[in-house]
């Protein structure tokens, strides 16, 4: 958890410094590729029923870093796939 490093603790998820160290985990790594799978997988089927909408969330313990991360890598990757996206951090900003 990032909030628990001292220079990483004031930064959020949206600066490449903490993307990298929660990234840095293997496991965090093999959750994001599942969570790319799954869309990937998913999305043909929700246009195909005629869906012109998703809803996504991620949720961790503050809000800054970690889901933060989450949110922007697999946001990024849907835009590289052509879709359009819009991100909302609620609680980026709160203490």
């Known amino acids: 958890n990032p909030f628990y490093v001292d220079n990483l603790k004031n930064k959020t998820g949206l600066e490449g410094v903490v993307q990298d160290y929660v990234l840095a985990s ?3 790594v ?4 599942r969570i790319v799978s799954l869309l990937d997988f998913s999305l043909p ?3 195909k029923e005629g ?3 998703l ?3 991620f949720g961790c313990t503050g809000g800054h870093h970690r889901s933060v991360t989450f ?3 697999t946001a ?3 835009a590289d796939k052509g879709f359009n996206v819009s991100k909302f951090h609620r609680d ?3 203490n």
Do not use: G, P
């Open 51 to 53: 869906k012109s909408q």
């Open 30 to 33: 093999t959750l994001l590729n």
């Open 76 to 78: 990024k990757h849907l």
């Open 45 to 47: 089927l929700y246009i």
């Open 92 to 94: 980026i900003n709160k």
């Open 71 to 73: 949110a922007e890598k």
């Open 26 to 28: 293997e496991e965090s």
């Open 55 to 57: 809803v996504i969330a």
